[in-house]
């Protein structure tokens, strides 16, 4: 399973991986430069706006790895007719990602 | 008007200054984590629930310094009777980090 | 398109209709409560409360009602070779309701 | 205590009572409707959609109750120098609202 599994992720976001890794790195950044607003006393709502912006970041990079996710592994997994225990799991994905 | 917000902010969230760091930090090695996981082909639930723990993690400093705003600035500012302006921009803070 | 949609979604949600319909029943005697609340001045707090188990249990309608769309049209259209405007409509979905 | 609470709130959000009251009357509309959506077999992205909008206008009365919540009790408590349960009473609503 886990062998089948990480054949399938091979195809699944190689196409995006480069874009999945710029924004990571954007990211990164982000988190980065809000160091440097809390070490430089930087007004609270400042902040707060650039912790936003961060969290609305790492949303599309989770809903582009999602989309991903559907087009391959869940796609595969339900022309297969194994699609159920794929559908089960990537609703708890959703739920955790909704409720955050 | 800014400088009086410079003062206000110097007393403002300095004592979790370490503690505020710190969890961003953590956030960055989590970011870099992520890429790590993208460049492994790592399976694309197992990336997306790093993010979702990495945006709560964001929530979570959001919330601190969202306390230590309203501690400090917001109920200074009533307490000198010129609240308002700072609970309408408190507001929108408040519904940007809901909506995200 | 419209008709064979219509002609899918009978077998779509049909076994948990009942459920649905009970749990929207709830969120609408919620709404009533609130008002009720409202009209006796009740603390804020405690009515911020009551609105966030109404939303609460409305994103759980639609994570039920995704979760059959994803087993039902979803499935269908991918098993057809015709899932990607699905996949497509489905992200946009998952978008706007975390998004709220 | 209790009654103090009941004396302020008399107050506190009597201004805005009717537009609660009418958004409140909406959202049960709005529930009742998606009721009848889910009657009438129709398309799942549809009934999410509602759900979606439902789940904003709770948001916003939740918004509207919340600053007159900040505007009354808190700005009053913080004048009485007895701010701090009321802040930390707040956070715990923010909190949750934004966790939903």
């Known amino acids: ?9 091979h195809y699944l976001y190689s196409k995006d991986k480069d ?8 990211i990164e950044g982000q ?12 007004y609270c709502p400042d902040i707060i ?3 936003t912006a961060l969290t ?7 809903l582009l790895l999602l989309q991903d996710h559907i087009d391959g592994c869940v796609a595969e997994a339900i ?7 794929m559908i089960r799991e990537l609703m708890g994905v959703i739920r955790r990602a909704m409720r955050r």
């Open 1 to 9: 399973m886990v062998e089948r599994k990480k054949t399938v992720h």
């Open 19 to 26: 874009v999945l890794l710029q924004r990571m790195r954007k």
């Open 31 to 42: 988190a980065r430069g809000i160091q440097r607003m809390i070490e430089e006393n930087r």
């Open 49 to 51: 706006q650039q912790l």
């Open 56 to 62: 609305h970041a790492a949303d599309e990079v989770a």
């Open 79 to 85: 022309r297969g007719e194994h699609g159920d225990p």
